[in-house]
């Protein structure tokens, strides 16, 4: 991978910031965008701009083959059987409260269970409690060793003939764990539950394969993958997909409607209610394209070199706390001495990184960790060692700030 390369793609890097040049650390909250994905959105809304499906003059039928092109290339991104299994979406979020309203609270009753770790997002989290306390439903968390790992003997013990759904995180935005899901997925299925997986940190960092996750749900955003922001994924299994009722009505969504009663369209359209996420499915298209060219395992490779050199480089830092397992994604999560994240990430700032200070909407996890915040640099495949070494040095230029004010 020509880096140096990819980082001329990226037109927001070629700044400065505070006076210093830019080091941006914080694509787990949203990637930046590159030129082919800046320009095929700029494109979309100078000559194709339309409404889809419902016209026949020339713009619709452009902007429909756009929008429609773009779920072929998720589809085959993450290897779905059908483009009918891809429903597009405002985000990860989005998707798992599709799931939580429509299957959840159709196919939850009293007394049934749904597994979760404490390690979640808020968003695979609030959906499900939500869900739970609709129905009479429980649930369950898996527990955590100390490296922020989960173990399948756990996973074992915790799914039973009480469970319905498993709701897992592939990859922690906190932690960098990446959990074992194909296997969760197989001891889920043994017991008749389903698994949801929540995708967002995982899809833009490796390759994807939900056949051979065997997984139920997959859900996934855009803006983190160097996508536009407002559209995601969810991806479901046809015959689910298939007997789950539609939690948005109106335009776009519906086969045929009489005063009284109104029936649906077939998948994936019966989801998608409403004026669709045009430009945005069209320029996630555009960033599958950009990624596929650069390759996911190229860049897998690249984010693994530089988590681990980070780790190393960091831990020369006295007074430095870092969370999660040594085997990781490429993110780092951390904590200076006594010095609040909020105060790190600001001295930071000033010296043109940015990094994410704060409960990374995963508050039950900094519970678990004793901590009310954290640090958190993570990476891309437009970042380099040398940003790296640049962080350290604001890092240890905050420790003497805050040593002298203290």
């Not at 959906?127 to 649930?139: C, E, F, I, M, T």
């Not at 790992?149 to 074992?156: A, G």
């Not at 990094?355 to 039950?364: D, S």
Request: charge should be negative.
């Amino acid at each position: 991978m020509d880096i140096q390369a990819i980082r001329k793609d990226f037109p927001i890097l070629n700044q400065e910031v505070n006076g210093h040049p830019l080091v941006y650390l914080d694509s787990a909250a949203t990637s930046q965008k590159p030129l082919p994905v800046i320009e095929k959105v700029n494109e979309y809304y100078s000559m194709h701009n339309s409404n889809v499906h419902r016209g026949v003059h020339t713009l619709g039928n452009r902007a429909t083959e756009g929008y429609e092109g773009a779920r072929e290339k998720v589809r085959n991104f993450i290897n779905a059987k059908s483009t009918k299994e891809i429903i597009f979406t405002r985000g990860t979020t989005t998707s798992i409260n599709k799931i939580a309203y429509s299957y959840a609270r159709t196919n939850l009753k009293e007394g049934d269970e749904i597994v979760l770790t404490p390690m979640e997002h808020h968003s695979n989290i609030i959906p499900w409690q939500q869900a739970a306390k609709a129905v009479g439903a429980k649930l369950q968390y898996l527990p955590l060793q100390p490296d922020g790992t989960i173990l399948l003997e756990d996973v074992e013990k915790a799914v039973n003939e009480r469970t319905k759904i498993v709701a897992m995180v592939h990859v922690s935005n906190v932690l960098g764990t990446i959990n074992p899901i194909k296997e969760v997925t197989e001891i889920a299925h043994k017991n008749g539950a389903i698994m949801v997986v929540d995708g967002a940190q995982s899809t833009p960092h490796m390759r994807i394969d939900v056949q051979d996750l065997d997984c139920d749900f997959f859900a996934f955003s855009g803006h983190k993958m160097c996508g536009p922001s407002g559209v995601g994924v969810l991806y479901g299994k046809k015959k689910l997909l298939e007997n789950m009722e539609p939690v948005e009505f109106g335009g776009e969504m519906i086969d045929f409607v009489d005063l009284h009663e109104s029936t649906w369209k077939e998948l994936p359209w019966k989801f998608e209610g409403g004026t669709p996420i045009i430009a945005g499915a069209v320029g996630l298209g555009a960033a599958i394209d950009y990624l596929e060219e650069i390759g996911l395992e190229n860049i897998n490779q690249h984010e693994k070199e530089l988590a681990a050199y980070a780790l190393e480089q960091l831990r020369t830092l006295a007074g430095i706390d870092i969370y999660g397992p040594e085997k990781r994604a490429g993110l780092v999560t951390f904590n200076l001495d006594d010095v609040h994240p909020h105060d790190v990430a600001t001295v930071l700032d000033s010296l043109g990184i940015a990094v994410r200070a704060g409960h990374h909407c995963a508050q039950p996890l900094m519970k678990w960790l004793d901590v009310t915040a954290t640090a958190r640099a993570s990476f891309y495949l437009y970042n380099t060692k040398e940003e790296i070494d640049i962080l350290v040095s604001g890092l240890q230029k905050s420790k003497e700030f805050f040593g002298d004010v203290f």
